[in-house]
């Protein structure tokens, strides 16, 4: 095994004892019916509606949430989500879900086959993923209509003062060094409330969507100024692909 490859096996064994750990305090610490993730959700839900949607894959599920509140507010919708914490899942077993729902996986390896769901989602998923770009271009292989995307915006984050030093430095290409030192060589950050987590931003991934999509539309999650990538700290991303042909759906249109 290669220096880089032991050093990702070693932060995933790092990530998962976190999870388990703490799975019976997991909801306390990442469910907040008044966060960015729930007001996501809800934008999600009717995103569901709009564009018809029947089936939803949820990438990085946790203990179930997602797949819960689609049941419960849209239950003719087949909601799958993967989850690869064994310890979150069986929290999610004992809410009522089922090993069918959710299951294990890999979100830069996802086992379906192409477009095999309407819409693939992520709700925090993607800052814990070593190469969030795999993972994202997985969920546009895999959908046939949408994917819908919440998470951080690392240049978002912080004091005026700190956002402008960090887009300062990303405008000249340097991040990845700046990361690689502010981390101590690590590339990555531990946190009680978070775990293993790198920097990372949704619109890092824009063009990847925006290359895959007939329409992409965003917006903060938390409160903001007027441009996402200078203040929001959190955001919402809804890419609209194009299908059989057909011109897709796209909000606006007549």
């Known amino acids: 095994m290669s220096a ?36 996501a959700l809800r934008l999600l839900l009717g995103f569901v509606e709009l564009f ?41 077993y004992s809410k009522g879900l089922s090993p069918i729902q959710l299951v294990d996986g890999d979100a830069m390896k ?39 995307i919440s998470d951080v915006n690392n240049f978002g984050q912080g004091g005026r003062l700190p956002r402008i030093m960090k887009q300062a430095i990303n405008a000249m290409g340097l ?16 946190s009680e409330g978070d775990g293993l987590a790198y920097s990372y931003s949704v619109l890092n991934d824009y063009k990847q969507i925006r290359a895959a999509c007939e329409a992409v539309h965003m917006m903060n999650t938390k409160d903001s100024g007027p441009s996402l990538y200078r203040t929001a700290s959190h955001v919402a991303l809804l890419g609209v692909k194009r299908r059989d ?8 249109d007549a």
């Not at 042909?245 to 606006?252: D, M, N, S, T, Y």
């Open 4 to 39: 880089s490859m032991a050093d990702r096996q070693h932060e995933i064994e790092i990530q998962r004892a976190y999870y388990a750990e703490s799975a019976n305090r997991y909801d306390d610490l990442h469910v907040n019916q008044d966060g960015e993730h729930d007001f």
């Open 175 to 190: 991040w990845p060094l700046a990361d690689r030192i502010k981390t101590k060589g690590k590339g990555y950050t531990i």
């Open 52 to 92: 018809g949607v029947r089936s939803v894959l949820d990438v990085g599920s946790g203990t179930g949430r997602v797949l819960l509140e689609l049941a419960t507010v849209l239950p003719k919708v087949t909601a799958v989500g993967i989850e690869p914490s064994a310890e979150l899942r069986e929290i999610g």
């Open 110 to 148: 996802l086992a379906f086959c192409d477009g095999s769901f309407d819409l693939v989602c992520e709700f925090g998923a993607l800052h814990h993923i070593p190469i969030p770009s795999r993972a994202v271009a997985e969920m546009l292989r895999v959908s046939r209509k949408a994917i819908f």
């Open 245 to 252: 042909g057909e011109r897709a759906v796209v909000l606006g």
